[in-house]
């Protein structure tokens, strides 16, 4: 899986191209520091941020330090830097965050209990299906996603489920953007992946099998909030391939956590999320 590596790098002006990040917003230049942060790359130091965002040190040294006072970033005793708190405070503000997965965890749990296997929720991020929660299993196949981590929306079963019921918008973009091959068995020619998605939408689930990873299964099934729209999917990877036999399951528990969107956003009127219009 192909991990987010940050904002794109800025196109250059000709007549600031030799000027260091001159040209570049004071906004933009700490968004790119903040972009420099991935799964893979938790921790950096001062030097590593500069090659990473094309900032010269006394503009990345100012920045940073700006960012570290307001909690953005923290540094650690070695003198690299982490993502700060603040940044997960803001971030457990987003409905489809924290509200999102406080309603989902107990039917999760219920999930996990009964099929021992790992049980994800993913919401819809850009061309992305970004993991909001999981429930591991020790004795369950390896999988490469994690929290916070993204799959590609053509290759798992949450993403499908999460494409399917997008905008057309949304799937041209997804074929533009490159199909890639995740192993032998992803879907990656377009007429082939509508059809998918058109049987998705009709039985109410995805069903993926190694279309990801080797050996890794996959059932998802949408979660819709108070309006009808999908908001999230819960998805369960395991290796055993009759997947069939957690259909119900999986579709069950998506729509006990529907409910309860439901009623949450009535109560509280922060769980209605925008998402695309359907395919027609």
């Known amino acids: 899986m192909a991990e987010a590596e940050g904002p794109p790098p800025q196109r250059k002006d000709p007549k600031t191209a030799n000027s260091g990040d001159r040209g570049r917003t004071v906004i933009s230049r700490a968004l790119a520091i903040l972009g420099a942060f991935t799964l893979e790359r938790r921790e950096l130091t001062l030097a590593q941020i500069c090659r990473l965002t094309g900032l010269r040190h006394a503009t990345a040294h100012r920045l940073v330090g700006e960012l570290t006072a307001w909690g953005a970033l923290e540094r650690l005793p070695s003198g690299a830097y982490v993502i700060g708190l603040r940044l997960w405070e803001l971030g457990a503000l987003n409905p489809r965050g924290l509200p999102l997965r406080v309603l989902a965890m107990p039917v999760m749990e219920d999930l996990h209990a009964a099929t021992r296997q790992h049980v994800q929720l993913a919401v819809l991020d850009g061309t992305d299906a970004l993991v909001v929660e999981r429930i591991s299993s020790a004795r369950a196949v390896p999988v490469v996603s994690q929290v916070g981590g993204r799959l590609p929306l053509h290759a ?101 956590i529907s409910r309860g969107l439901g009623v949450g956003a009535i109560s509280q009127g922060t769980l209605n999320v925008h998402t695309h219009q359907p395919f027609e």
């Not at 494409?163 to 068995?185: D, N």
């Not at 990656?188 to 059809?195: E, F, G, I, N, W």
């Not at 999917?233 to 391939?241: E, F, G, H, K, Q």
Request: proline share 5%.
């Open 156 to 256: 798992s079963a949450a993403g499908q489920v999460l494409l399917a019921h997008a905008g057309e918008e949304l799937f041209t973009e997804a074929v533009q953007r490159g199909l890639a091959r995740c192993t032998p068995r992803t879907i990656t020619d377009p007429a082939t992946l509508r059809l998918t998605l058109a049987e998705c939408r009709r039985t109410g689930a995805a069903v993926v099998h190694e279309e990801m990873s080797p050996d890794a299964h996959s059932v998802a099934a949408p979660v819709t909030d108070s309006t009808g729209r999908v908001v999230a999917a819960l998805s369960v990877v395991c290796a055993d391939t009759r997947t069939h036999l957690l259909v119900p399951a999986v579709v069950l528990a998506a729509r006990s």
